[in-house]
């Protein structure tokens, strides 16, 4: 796939000094970490290798830089989804699944940012322990988030400030609550209509997305950032075309607001899923329902290859076929961070482009 024209790393590397500056005090180390990290991906600064194609009469070298491997970064997310899809669905079973989601209300959702690790952090555990029938579902989703956000501020495990400076008393955070005690909950619980795989296909690209993928900037210049956005309201191909342009630091600011709290896990894994035991509860699960006893390692190792593996019959592609001739590419050198390469890439010759007007 082609490298985009603009990429937010670009942006960052144009405009990042200035802002950090700028913004110096008000931007948290795991913002400055992203940043970095998404400046230096792919680039001489991480080091990488040089790749040769095998077939002599070819010879076509490139030079490969290795990846920040940031969970925030738009260029290393697409492999990372990918291979939790696959890992996923291995461990799929032949049992009805339901698809659930939980909302919270617009008031916690407006103290969030503030709380990120401890609201988001009281959403998971609401949600992991509110599983029942849908009609108790909404009730006491409700009531464990209550319960758990007035615990958390009896601990003194949130901060408000701005606006919500109020809400640090005790008085003041209850009333702030009271009215979601007898507001609806909007939980969402359904059966998918193209299965779990189709779930868990939405569920890689929208668990491993970033804040703005690099394919959907346009342009950067002295107006601003300008990119392409989907507005929900609009229906058919028109949601698709609608195009904003913002400052150049309001665009790092909003870009940064997405940047989660450091040690966070974004996936959590609940009941036979659980880490430590999930293979060991896989096996058994499938042996009760009296399913083939394929070990789950092997399941995984055969769904990531299924959409690429070729048919038994036919010859192995290469797995890094050159762009020019199709013959496999062997790493000749790997350089480290900040090094350059002492091998030179193949020059890339120049498009032609005949003016037909």
Known sequence: MPRPALEVADIFRGHGP????ANAGHVSLEQLKVMSAIENCRTAELGGHVARCENEKCGHTQIAYNSCR???CPKCQGAAAREWLAEREAELLPVPYFHVVFSLPAQIADIAYQNRAAIYGILFK?????????????????????????????AGELQFFGKHMALTNPKAFAAY????????????????????????????RYTHR?????????????????FKWKDY??????????????????????????????????????????????????????????????PVNAIKAASATASTSAQPEEPKAPEHPCPCCGSNMRIIES???????????????????IDTS
């Open 177 to 204: 609550l009271a009215p979601l005690r007898n507001k609806d909950w909007v939980v969402y619980a359904k059966r998918p209509f193209g299965g779990p795989e189709e779930v868990l296909r939405y569920l890689a």
């Open 18 to 21: 200035a802002w950090r500056q």
């Open 335 to 353: 350089f480290l961070r900040g090094q350059q390469p002492k091998h030179k890439p193949t020059p890339i010759p120049p498009k032609i482009r």
């Open 233 to 294: 309201r609009l229906d058919g191909a028109e949601r698709y075309n609608r195009v904003m342009t913002l400052d150049t630091s309001e665009f790092i600011r909003r870009f940064l607001m997405h940047v989660l709290p450091s040690g966070f896990h974004r996936i959590r894994y609940y009941g036979f899923l659980t880490c430590q035991t999930r293979a060991n509860n896989i096996e058994r699960i499938r042996e009760l329902l009296a399913v083939p006893l394929i």
């Open 126 to 154: 609401a949600s992991a322990e509110t599983m029942l029938t849908v009609e108790v579902l909404s009730c006491l989703f409700r009531r464990l988030v209550l319960e758990k956000l007035t615990a958390a501020h009896c």
């Open 210 to 226: 970033v804040a703005i993928s690099n394919r959907r900037l346009i342009s950067a210049d002295d107006k601003g950032v300008t």
């Open 70 to 72: 940031n969970r925030h």
